[in-house]
């Protein structure tokens, strides 16, 4: 099945089938077009289904060994990384060992970007050796920071490593674990459990369950305060929020740490969070939370940080003290100091996408025989390349790397790719052209001589064009089953659908199909006309709204289409919420002409 903008395809060999017969909740249905056996299994996100630290590898002996620490009065440094994830990972690990202990000499440490680059450095493990700290705790990172633990060790330094990026592999395959005094990760076999963890959780997820077993070892028991037991609850908060930013697949213990973050974070504790909450637009009386509120405006507001300098600002909002007048005040001064970085992201941001769209379609790098995109520019920032590429992405369905061309002559990139394509694996095989790269087949990071950057260009066009087939270079839309528009022109209908929430990798949100319609009002709106509403007429006198952002690009193909008659159209319920109103509203991602 062919869109105006994408390829069709069923979800599972099933799906074209599920909803012929419209019988049954529409929610009902996507669950069995996305072949789930056990809907009610699946749908369970309680604490029940979050498995205890036994269940990840390296978390017991890990949170007994920071038990001990404290108890010995040991100099502690979290060293965590400069992302959402990983700045809720450091203030869960911060929080609890000052609980534990007022005393406890603690402190946070994260990497700048632009100074010292992403995770452990040898250079910098020995400054805080020299600083007196006994112990670091990398969390979010370290996994393959081998050289640099190594060298630590020898400096008398005791690091531990709570990560759960991918393993260094020796030329057989075979995972080289940094030497750490213990080493926790998701991937990592467990002996002896009576249920084993999701082996991809989030670098938070990680540091929650860590903080778990260090207050059952402190305290000697399953059994732990209630001032403690109120924490693990705001780190649960945080792991999952991390779970989401960090865009884990939301399936298995995943999803109820999202499910749980989500409808706790309006009645968190964390004073921080609650500002950071509202600055994003979300009242603490609103309603629950979704899970669009974390991706598109907690998380990028903290990424920001990271992505312009440093992120510590976010580490010391998320571990403000908890009460009083003037934490709050000073809790709501500092989100608004991360909103106003998080505008200047977003505009630079947009300034890289702008011009490298132009520049990609100027240099002949879209078209069906240069199946990856590549370039670079002196003043696109290296922490914002990344989200932009992303964005080119979504534009263009093929692999896009975007360079800082730096003024030492290094170009310093980050890669964004395609489902079916590594991009790891083509920088693999132009890794002789490369001064450093890594990453895993979605996303990767490299540098490169700028004036090497055509033949990388030459290089990862060639070994796109024998991985990628032309039809891979048009985006896919997938579909979980039919529907009717009679089905979704009350807000009843789609809360059932939303109740499948929360969506993300593993667990998308929900498309259909709905057939033979005709809109009864078409319109373009928005600054520059480019997003399509329509309106269709729903049952009795009912109608539903159904927008498509980005449509102007395509605006002739698809008048052309509502002209010749009914249209079949893929599409999101949703709610729409604006002042006080709740309305149903479809989020279309493709149309065609009905056949």
Same mark, same amino acid.
């Given at each position: 099945?062919?869109?105006?903008?994408?390829?069709?395809?069923?979800?599972?060999?099933?799906? #074209?089938?599920?909803?012929?017969?419209?019988?049954?909740?529409?929610?009902?249905?996507?669950?069995?077009?996305?072949? &789930?056996?056990?809907?009610?299994?699946?749908?369970?996100?309680?604490?029940?289904?979050?498995?205890?630290? /036994?269940?990840?590898?390296?978390?017991?002996?890990?949170?007994?060994?920071?038990?001990?620490?404290?108890?010995?009065?040991?100099?502690?440094?979290?060293?965590?990384?400069?992302?959402? #994830?990983? *700045?809720?990972?450091?203030?869960?690990?911060?929080?609890?060992?000052?609980?534990?202990?007022?005393?406890?000499?603690?402190?946070?440490?994260?990497? #700048?970007?632009?100074?010292?680059?992403?995770?452990?450095?040898?250079?910098?493990?020995?400054?805080?050796?020299?600083?007196?700290?006994?112990?670091?705790?990398?969390?979010?990172?370290?996994?393959?920071?081998?050289?640099?633990?190594?060298?630590?060790?020898?400096?008398?330094?005791?690091?531990?490593?709570?990560?759960?990026?991918?393993?260094?592999?020796?030329?057989?395959?075979?995972?080289?674990?940094?030497?750490?005094?213990?080493?926790?990760?998701?991937?990592?076999? *467990?002996?002896?459990?009576?249920?084993?963890?999701?082996?991809?959780?989030?670098?938070?997820?990680?540091?929650?369950?860590?903080?778990?077993?260090?207050?059952?070892?402190?305290?000697?028991?399953?059994?732990?305060?209630?001032?403690?037991?109120?924490?693990?609850?705001?780190?649960?908060?945080?792991?999952?929020?991390?779970?989401?930013?960090?865009?884990?697949?939301?399936? /298995?213990?995943?999803?109820?740490?999202?499910?749980?973050?989500?409808?706790?974070?309006?009645?968190?504790?964390?004073?921080?969070?609650?500002?950071?909450?509202?600055?994003?637009?979300?009242?603490?009386?609103?309603?629950?939370?979704?899970?669009?509120?974390?991706?598109?405006?907690?998380?990028?507001?903290?990424?920001?940080?990271?992505?312009?300098?440093?992120?510590?600002?976010?580490? /010391?909002?998320?571990?403000?003290?908890?009460?009083? $007048?003037?934490?709050?005040?000073?809790?709501?001064?500092?989100?608004?100091? &991360?909103?106003?970085?998080?505008?200047?992201?977003?505009?630079?941001?947009?300034?890289?996408?702008?011009?490298?769209?132009?520049?990609?379609?100027?240099?002949?790098?879209?078209?069906?025989?240069?199946?990856?995109?590549?370039?670079?520019?002196?003043?696109?920032?290296?922490?914002?390349?990344?989200?932009?590429?992303?964005?080119?992405?979504?534009?263009?369905?093929?692999?896009?790397?975007?360079?800082?061309?730096?003024?030492?002559?290094?170009?310093?990139?980050?890669?964004?790719?395609?489902?079916?394509?590594?991009?790891?694996?083509?920088?693999?095989?132009?890794?002789?052209?490369?001064?450093?790269?890594?990453?895993?087949?979605?996303?990767?990071?490299?540098?490169?001589?700028?004036?090497?950057?055509?033949?990388?260009?030459?290089?990862?066009?060639?070994?796109?064009?024998?991985?990628?087939?032309?039809?891979?270079?048009?985006?896919?839309?997938?579909?979980?089953?039919?529907? *009717?528009?009679?089905?979704?022109? $009350?807000?009843?209908?789609?809360?059932?659908?939303?109740?499948?929430?929360?969506?993300?990798?593993?667990?998308?949100?929900?498309? *259909?199909?709905?057939?033979?319609?005709?809109?009864? $009002?078409?319109?373009?709106?928005?600054?520059?006309?480019?997003?399509?509403?329509?309106?269709?007429?729903?049952?009795?006198?009912?109608?539903?709204?159904?927008?498509?952002?980005?449509?102007?690009?395509?605006?002739?193909?698809? $008048?052309?289409?509502?002209?010749?008659?009914?249209?079949?159209?893929?599409?999101?319920?949703?709610?729409?919420?604006?002042?006080?109103?709740? /309305?149903?509203?479809?989020?279309?991602?493709?149309?065609?002409?009905?056949?």
């Amino acid at each position: 099945m062919q869109g105006i903008v994408s390829r069709w395809k069923w979800r599972s060999p099933s799906a #074209d089938v599920v909803g012929e017969d419209p019988s049954g909740p529409l929610a009902a249905r996507v669950l069995r077009g996305r072949e &789930i056996q056990d809907p009610v299994a699946f749908l369970d996100d309680g604490y029940g289904r979050v498995v205890p630290p /036994e269940g990840l590898a390296g978390a017991v002996e890990a949170g007994r060994r920071l038990a001990e620490a404290v108890a010995a009065g040991r100099r502690i440094v979290i060293h965590g990384d400069y992302d959402f #994830d990983g *700045v809720s990972a450091s203030a869960i690990l911060y929080r609890a060992l000052r609980l534990i202990s007022a005393r406890a000499d603690v402190r946070v440490v994260l990497p #700048d970007r632009y100074e010292g680059g992403y995770g452990l450095s040898v250079d910098g493990l020995r400054r805080i050796r020299a600083e007196g700290a006994d112990l670091v705790v990398a969390v979010d990172c370290g996994i393959t920071a081998i050289d640099a633990i190594e060298a630590a060790r020898a400096d008398g330094l005791e690091v531990m490593v709570l990560d759960h990026h991918a393993f260094v592999r020796d030329v057989d395959g075979g995972v080289s674990l940094p030497p750490a005094s213990v080493v926790v990760h998701p991937a990592l076999p *467990v002996e002896d459990a009576e249920v084993v963890g999701t082996d991809h959780l989030c670098g938070a997820a990680v540091a929650f369950k860590v903080v778990w077993a260090m207050a059952r070892s402190h305290f000697g028991s399953e059994r732990v305060p209630a001032a403690m037991k109120r924490e693990l609850v705001e780190a649960t908060i945080l792991a999952g929020l991390g779970t989401i930013a960090d865009v884990m697949p939301l399936v /298995e213990e995943n999803r109820a740490l999202a499910a749980l973050a989500l409808r706790g974070l309006p009645n968190s504790g964390i004073s921080g969070l609650r500002a950071l909450l509202v600055e994003s637009g979300h009242g603490l009386q609103d309603g629950p939370v979704h899970e669009e509120t974390v991706q598109f405006q907690l998380a990028p507001r903290v990424n920001a940080l990271g992505r312009f300098g440093s992120a510590m600002p976010a580490v /010391e909002l998320l571990t403000l003290p908890e009460t009083g $007048e003037a934490t709050a005040v000073r809790a709501a001064e500092m989100a608004a100091g &991360i909103s106003a970085t998080n505008l200047e992201r977003r505009s630079a941001e947009r300034s890289i996408v702008d011009e490298a769209t132009a520049r990609a379609e100027a240099e002949g790098q879209t078209g069906e025989d240069h199946p990856v995109i590549v370039l670079a520019a002196p003043h696109w920032k290296r922490g914002l390349v990344g989200p932009a590429a992303a964005k080119l992405v979504d534009r263009f369905a093929r692999p896009v790397i975007l360079f800082e061309a730096c003024d030492d002559g290094i170009a310093r990139g980050s890669a964004r790719s395609v489902h079916g394509y590594s991009i790891h694996d083509g920088l693999a095989a132009a890794a002789p052209l490369l001064e450093s790269f890594g990453g895993h087949a979605a996303a990767a990071g490299c540098s490169i001589r700028t004036t090497r950057l055509k033949e990388l260009e030459v290089a990862l066009v060639a070994h796109a064009r024998d991985e990628i087939a032309a039809v891979d270079l048009t985006p896919v839309v997938e579909i979980d089953c039919r529907a *009717v528009i009679e089905e979704m022109d $009350e807000v009843e209908d789609v809360e059932g659908v939303r109740e499948l929430a929360p969506f993300g990798p593993g667990h998308p949100r929900p498309s *259909v199909l709905v057939e033979t319609v005709r809109p009864i $009002e078409t319109r373009w709106i928005g600054q520059d006309q480019g997003t399509l509403q329509l309106r269709f007429a729903g049952a009795g006198s009912r109608s539903v709204k159904a927008v498509w952002f980005g449509a102007g690009r395509h605006r002739g193909e698809i $008048e052309s289409a509502i002209k010749s008659g009914a249209i079949d159209i893929v599409a999101t319920p949703d709610l729409n919420r604006w002042r006080g109103r709740v /309305e149903p509203n479809l989020m279309i991602q493709d149309l065609r002409p009905s056949t």
